[in-house]
């Protein structure tokens, strides 16, 4: 019976220790990733285990053991901790143009998934351009119960609407309606309607508008993508 026991835990052992190595690529699909390691997506820094907040939007861009390259300016455009700083400012690469090697100031780099470990406010000087873009990200998690989480960016000072629809065109919730500063922005959705109530599980459709939306001026920004609440 012990001799069971003991070659269970050997074989757990060389599975957990195989999907930790087996991940461990990802460390190279992360601008300046070697600094932190596996501390960039994981709450033991160590590898495996719970995600901290970047992690879990890492996760939602990628397949089980993927080799999908999930960095690029929508990733770095959001603060994924909510510590102030984008996961780009915080990688030296504020504007996901990373694909290889060293960049920014390898130094200066601090952890996109601890809330603790941000740049200081100079930490952040000459690192590449922001976004010239507007960014609607997907929300996050997506699937969610009971609240999810939806970034965006803006390159300029905007004003900004923020809708939540039904699958058949209600409109269910205004999350943001007013002018907003160019940069990073979370808004939150507890499931709620206008008027506090909870709605019903399904697939809802959240809108942004943004921008110049004065006739013939090109610059106005409108996009919608889908999430799901599941109850």
């Given at each position: 019976?012990?001799?069971?026991?003991?070659?269970?835990?050997?074989?757990?052992?060389?599975?957990?220790?195989?999907?930790?190595?087996?991940?461990?690529?990802?460390?190279?699909?992360?601008?300046?990733?070697?600094?932190?390691?596996?501390?960039?997506?994981?709450?033991?820094?160590?590898?495996?285990?719970?995600?901290?907040?970047?992690?879990?939007?890492?996760?939602?861009?990628?397949?089980?053991?993927?080799?999908?390259?999930?960095?690029?300016?929508?990733?770095?455009?959001?603060?994924?901790?909510?510590?102030?700083?984008?996961?780009?400012?915080?990688?030296?690469?504020a504007g996901g143009a990373w694909t290889s090697g060293t960049i920014g100031d390898p130094s200066l780099v601090t952890n996109p998934g601890d809330i603790n470990s941000h740049p200081a406010p100079t930490g952040i000087e000459g690192l590449t351009e922001l976004p010239s873009d507007f960014i609607l990200s997907q929300n996050y998690p997506n699937p969610f119960n009971p609240s999810t989480k939806i970034s965006y960016f803006l390159p300029e000072p905007s004003h900004v609407k923020l809708e939540v629809y039904n699958s058949i065109g209600q409109l269910i919730r205004v999350l943001a309606d007013a002018n907003l500063a160019a940069g990073s922005h979370v808004a939150f959705w507890d499931a709620n309607d206008q008027f506090g109530y909870k709605v019903s599980s399904g697939i809802y459709i959240y809108r942004i508008s943004a921008g110049d939306f004065s006739a013939g001026s090109g610059n106005e920004f409108v996009e919608s993508k889908t999430m799901v609440l599941m109850k």
């Amino acid at each position: 019976m012990k001799n069971r026991y003991f070659a269970l835990l050997v074989i757990l052992t060389i599975f957990a220790f195989s999907a930790l190595v087996g991940r461990s690529f990802r460390v190279g699909k992360v601008p300046n990733g070697s600094v932190n390691a596996c501390a960039n997506c994981h709450v033991d820094p160590q590898g495996g285990g719970a995600r901290n907040d970047f992690g879990q939007a890492v996760e939602s861009r990628v397949t089980p053991n993927g080799q999908e390259n999930f960095w690029g300016a929508d990733l770095a455009a959001i603060d994924s901790d909510g510590d102030g700083f984008t996961n780009g400012e915080e990688l030296q690469d504020a504007g996901g143009a990373w694909t290889s090697g060293t960049i920014g100031d390898p130094s200066l780099v601090t952890n996109p998934g601890d809330i603790n470990s941000h740049p200081a406010p100079t930490g952040i000087e000459g690192l590449t351009e922001l976004p010239s873009d507007f960014i609607l990200s997907q929300n996050y998690p997506n699937p969610f119960n009971p609240s999810t989480k939806i970034s965006y960016f803006l390159p300029e000072p905007s004003h900004v609407k923020l809708e939540v629809y039904n699958s058949i065109g209600q409109l269910i919730r205004v999350l943001a309606d007013a002018n907003l500063a160019a940069g990073s922005h979370v808004a939150f959705w507890d499931a709620n309607d206008q008027f506090g109530y909870k709605v019903s599980s399904g697939i809802y459709i959240y809108r942004i508008s943004a921008g110049d939306f004065s006739a013939g001026s090109g610059n106005e920004f409108v996009e919608s993508k889908t999430m799901v609440l599941m109850k």
